[in-house]
């Protein structure tokens, strides 16, 4: 079998070297040892478990790539919610297929870019299975029963580690959802937990996983205030991400094999395998 050979950029970021560990413990993956990285990175190298990974800081970056094979390489973006479309204008321009496991950006300019490019990607703000599952649950009832909240108040609350940037990609593609079903929520109103201190005592989030967690919950109310509902989805550790992207990596490989170009799958024509 041949092995798909994979670019992940971000690198030394944590979810950048998780997946990179990932794809070395694999036998379908070559992990490629460069890695697109961030102008406030002061490393030239950053070993991953056997393999020593040479960071390409965004000034060189154009004239570094000319210097790799790009045949049969696919790029994973776990960078900064900042570069994400300047990295997606920076893969269509090189003709390098990518999966997009950054969160914030312009969404719809990302998408429209690949469109518009030679190349096909997979762009998801949710790399998870079982959560991108429970999407799609959520996006067939907003379709199937349109303003079944109607009345309702929302409250969305979400915890990450304190590194993570921006609000959560993933509460804000639940937001839209709930519009649909007659909330009317904006994602300024999403309340975002970064606080150790506050995620320990008041959420409960056990102090292995402050450093890497991601936590929702989603908490309705009737307007007469006599039904209730929430849903909640808590993920500890970074794991379920990783795996998820390397099963992304599979399925854009595939679609490149089938000639796709032009085209953005998301996370959720992964889990359908379509």
Known sequence: MKTIRVMVNGIPGNMATLVAEHLQRDQCFELVPFSLTGPDITESSHRVLTTSVQLIHPKEREKKMSQIDRQDLISVDYTHPGAVN???????NNRLPFVMGTTGG??????????????????????AKPIVGFQAMMAYAAKIFPNLFQGYTLVVKESHQNGKADTSGTAKAMVEYFNQLGIPFTENEIIKERR???????????????????????????????VRMEFTHN????????????????YLERKIRDGAKGRVFSMIDVLKGA
Not at 86 to 92: I, S
Not at 203 to 216: K, N, Q, S, T, Y
């Open 196 to 226: 150790p201190d506050i995620q320990k005592t008041s959420w409960g989030i056990p102090e292995a996983f402050l450093r890497g967690h991601g936590w929702h919950t989603y908490s309705l109310l009737s307007s007469d205030k006599t």
């Open 106 to 127: 312009d969404r719809r300019l990302m998408e429209e870019t690949v469109c518009r490019s030679k190349i096909c990607a997979v762009i998801s703000p949710n790399m």
């Open 235 to 250: 993920v500890n550790g970074r794991d379920v991400y990783a795996i998820g992207t390397l099963d992304a990596v599979l």
């Open 86 to 92: 300047g990295n997606t204008d920076f893969y269509c």
